[in-house]
């Protein structure tokens, strides 16, 4: 069965950078997109596609890929930044799945 | 600028049916190449696709919840609703819509802010 495997938890010094990722087979074919979600909000895409920032997320969000596993990089994180962060990506049928999600928290 | 709000029921008993309407506004349902789509988020979980509708009224759903779900638009009302049948307090959860780009990529955006909705007796 597909899956899309996420970190619970990730802590990073305020201004440093940090790497969050995402494992799965489906990430050997598909791109992952990337959510920002804090305490009782909804979901904001962050990142899409090869390597898209959709307008008004700023420079420091990136993502990347290699073979199973997709990144979201944020270089220089910032206090704001702390949230929970989920992928996306799509099943062995093509359906759309989500990572279980990891909490960044911003020292 | 595209905005989607959701509206329904935030209490449903168990075995009943769980409605709910997306309106869409700022733009078009009926525009090119998106799908509408319904994701829930159980408190404290992650998050889960439940299914997406194109403005024709072709639908696909997660097959773990299909027998249970039905999408529909309305492209008139410029809305497109979700029910799930014989719900039970595992469906407990915060349901989102949100425009969905599953053509020639898998993203979505915008999200609503979303809805609670309990099952209870």
């Known amino acids: 069965s597909s899956e899309l495997t996420q970190d619970p938890a990730v802590s990073v010094a305020l201004g440093q950078t940090v790497r969050i990722t995402c494992q799965g087979d489906s990430l050997r074919s598909y791109y992952a997109s990337w959510y920002q979600q804090k305490p009782g909000q909804a979901p904001v895409l962050v990142i899409y596609?090869?390597?898209n920032r959709p307008s008004g997320i700023p420079d420091r969000f990136s993502g990347s890929s290699s073979g199973n596993t997709a990144s979201l990089t944020i270089t220089g994180a910032q206090a704001e930044d702390e949230a929970d962060y989920y992928c996306?990506?799509?099943?062995?049928?093509?359906?759309?799945?989500f990572g279980g999600g990891t909490k960044l928290t911003v020292l | 600028q595209l905005q989607l709000q959701e509206s329904g029921p935030g209490l449903v008993k168990p075995s009943e049916t769980l409605s709910l309407t997306c309106t869409v506004s700022?733009?078009?349902?009926?525009?090119?190449?998106?799908?509408w789509g319904w994701i829930r988020q159980p408190p404290g979980k992650g998050l889960e696709w439940i299914g997406s509708?194109?403005?024709?009224?072709?639908?696909y759903y997660n097959p773990s919840l299909k027998s249970r779900v039905t999408i529909s638009v309305d492209t008139s009302k410029n809305q497109f609703s979700l029910k799930l049948s014989s719900v039970t307090a595992a469906d407990t959860a915060v349901y989102y819509c949100?425009?969905?780009?599953?053509?020639?990529?898998?993203?979505?955006?915008?999200w609503g802010q979303g809805t609670l909705v309990t099952v209870s007796s």
């Open positions: 949100a425009r969905h780009e599953k053509v020639r990529d898998n993203w979505f955006d915008p």
């Open positions: 596609g090869k390597n």
């Open positions: 996306n990506s799509r099943d062995s049928s093509g359906n759309p799945l």
């Open positions: 509708i194109y403005y024709s009224g072709s639908t």
């Open positions: 700022g733009g078009s349902i009926s525009s090119s190449s998106y799908y």
